[in-house]
């Protein structure tokens, strides 16, 4: 099983921050990564497939990036409505998530 | 519109069985491989399996592989999780989720609301 850590679990940020969260493979997954948001009470939805593509009307402030067994997504300017819980997810062989990062308001 | 709608939900007692449905409408269902994921309470998300076109391929995480059953029925746009020998640890949000496929990228690009799941005597 291909274990994916997150880092870190949670943050503190403010409005107009840089957010940057890290994923980490136990074993090499190429760029077979997917990035998933999900705010409280709702379902997971896609922001990022193929470790670097955003998909249909994801805002350009979020980016991937990454390869093998380290990914990064990066939020440019942080927005309200980006609080959420933000979890990676490696395809490459069956599939696990990470963990998640949870991002709050300072 | 691409709608996936969860159900089959609800309070079972340990050590039964359960049969969750996903119906799905707004797109041509055997042209998509299918997927189920589940989230424990106040927990992550965690992927279950999932299941190709015409059933010839059923991928499982190996801590399900012996208590669930993935199956799909294309005449009906339905896809099925047969749940056997529940325990308190499979309490959880389960959902349904379309295999979207950009060669050579795959992603879970639509999800259902998700059924609960309470495993309790």
């Known amino acids: 099983n291909t274990v994916m850590t997150q880092s870190p679990t949670s943050m503190f940020i403010s409005v107009g921050d840089r957010v940057t969260m890290n994923c980490k493979a136990s074993q090499n997954v190429g760029t077979n990564v997917d990035w998933y948001q999900q705010k409280t009470g709702q379902s997971p939805k896609l922001l990022i497939y193929?470790?670097?593509n955003r998909y249909t009307g994801v805002p350009d402030r979020f980016t991937g990036s990454g390869s093998g067994t380290d990914f990064t997504l990066t939020i440019s300017n942080m927005q309200a409505e980006d609080l959420a819980v933000y979890y990676c997810?490696?395809?490459?062989?069956?599939?696990?998530f990470g963990g998640g990062t949870k991002l709050e308001l300072k | 519109e691409v709608k996936l709608v969860e159900s089959g939900g609800g309070l079972v007692q340990p050590g039964r069985s359960l049969k969750l449905s996903c119906a799905a409408s707004?797109?041509?269902?055997?042209?998509?491989?299918m997927g189920w994921v589940r989230q424990a309470p106040g927990k992550g998300l965690e992927w279950i399996g999932e299941?190709?076109?015409?059933?010839?391929?059923?991928n499982y995480t190996p801590s399900l592989k012996d208590k669930f059953t993935i199956s799909r029925d294309n005449a009906q746009n339905t896809l099925y999780l047969q749940m056997s020998k529940l325990g308190s640890e499979d309490t959880a949000i389960y959902y349904c989720?379309?295999?979207?496929?950009?060669?050579?990228?795959?992603?879970?690009?639509?999800w259902g609301p998700g059924t609960m799941v309470t495993v309790s005597s």
């Open positions: 989720a379309r295999d979207g496929y950009s060669p050579p990228y795959w992603y879970f690009d639509f």
């Open positions: 299941i190709n076109q015409d059933s010839s391929t059923i």
């Open positions: 193929g470790a670097s």
């Open positions: 997810l490696q395809y490459n062989y069956n599939r696990t």
């Open positions: 707004g797109f041509s269902f055997n042209d998509y491989w």
